[in-house]
């Protein structure tokens, strides 16, 4: 299995290589890979700790090949090529349809991607994109389906709303051990984890709890939910972290709920589209088929 594995891994690390090295340049090999660019230099980089060599040299907006890095191209583009059209070939016959899903980054790692092996499994005729936001990007035109956080509905032709966001204080394990016989007055001797786009957040909690806001010791601003959650789980401070999204961190006992007040936030995830959901052609039956999954996965009324 760990031979498998590693032969999967090189295949990766020679086909990324050899895009990146026609194109000279990570990002337009990520695109061609459906990847992000810095899988694409991952996959290079083991490929290079595997054969013992650096393959390109890295400029700060550019790329080029080393000498070991233009004899290694010459010998695997014909064979790559080759292996390349024929998937090619495979991927565009007429029953495989392509769907693109736009979501947050979050809620991509932690509801999303777990989940998907089932609709994988019963719809393999369907070769899905997911591709991650933040939020403040805007919704892509390219994508058949977006899954947004909104506090009002989204103007698309169809939206469906799947639930809402609530908010729990939490801290790591260690942390908790200090904390679990204190009472949130003593949050003004706390560092507090705040997301950028949610700063007065903790203001919030403390007015629904009838409690005096508090000034904290220190506050810590990161500008990723991951990041946030990956924050408190190092015990680096105390954070509101959000429900239902995080849950499995709370299962596996990752984070720790710290005092029993709540907040429930204004914002709700939506799933929508601006495109027909009828079951008329390959891709509207497909795009129904992906719309009905997400809403039965992940609506509270599902």
């Known amino acids: 299995m760990k031979f498998a594995r590693s032969q999967a891994m090189q295949y990766r690390g020679i086909r990324a290589f050899c895009i990146a090295a026609e194109q000279l340049s990570f990002k337009l090999a990520a695109d061609e890979l459906a990847v992000t660019p810095s899988a694409v230099s991952h996959q290079i980089r083991d490929l290079e700790a595997y054969l013992g060599c650096t393959l390109f040299v890295r400029g700060t907006r550019s790329i080029s090949l080393t000498l070991e890095g233009q004899r290694l191209y010459m010998d695997l ?24 899903i736009e979501m947050p980054a979050f809620f991509t790692s932690e509801l999303f991607l777990p989940r998907m092996s089932d609709f994988s499994q019963c719809n393999q005729h369907i070769d899905l994109r997911i591709e991650t936001t933040a939020p403040s990007d805007p919704e892509s035109r390219r994508a058949n389906l977006h899954i947004v956080l ?22 790591s394990r260690d942390l908790y051990a200090e904390w679990r016989d204190k009472t949130p007055q003593d949050l003004n001797g706390a560092t507090l984890l705040v997301h950028e786009s ?81 079951d008329g052609s390959a891709v509207e039956s497909a795009l129904a088929t992906l719309w009905n999954w997400v809403v039965s996965e992940f609506s509270d009324d599902g």
């Open 77 to 100: 583009r014909e064979p790559v090529e080759k292996v390349n059209a024929a998937v090619k070939r495979l991927k565009t016959l007429p029953n495989r349809v392509p769907l693109r």
């Open 198 to 278: 949610r700063p007065d957040a903790w203001q919030q909690w403390f007015v629904d709890a009838d409690l005096v806001v508090q000034t904290p010791r220190q506050t810590i601003t990161v500008d990723s939910m991951y990041g946030l959650a990956r924050a408190t789980q190092q015990g680096a401070g105390i954070a509101l972290i959000p429900l239902p999204v995080s849950q499995q961190w709370f299962d596996k006992k990752e984070l720790i709920a710290l005092f029993d007040n709540q907040i429930t936030g204004s914002d709700y995830y939506w799933l929508t589209t601006n495109e027909p959901l009828t």
């Open 150 to 171: 909104s506090n009002k509905r989204p103007p698309a032709l169809c939206a469906k709303r799947l639930f809402r966001i609530r908010y729990q204080p939490a801290c």
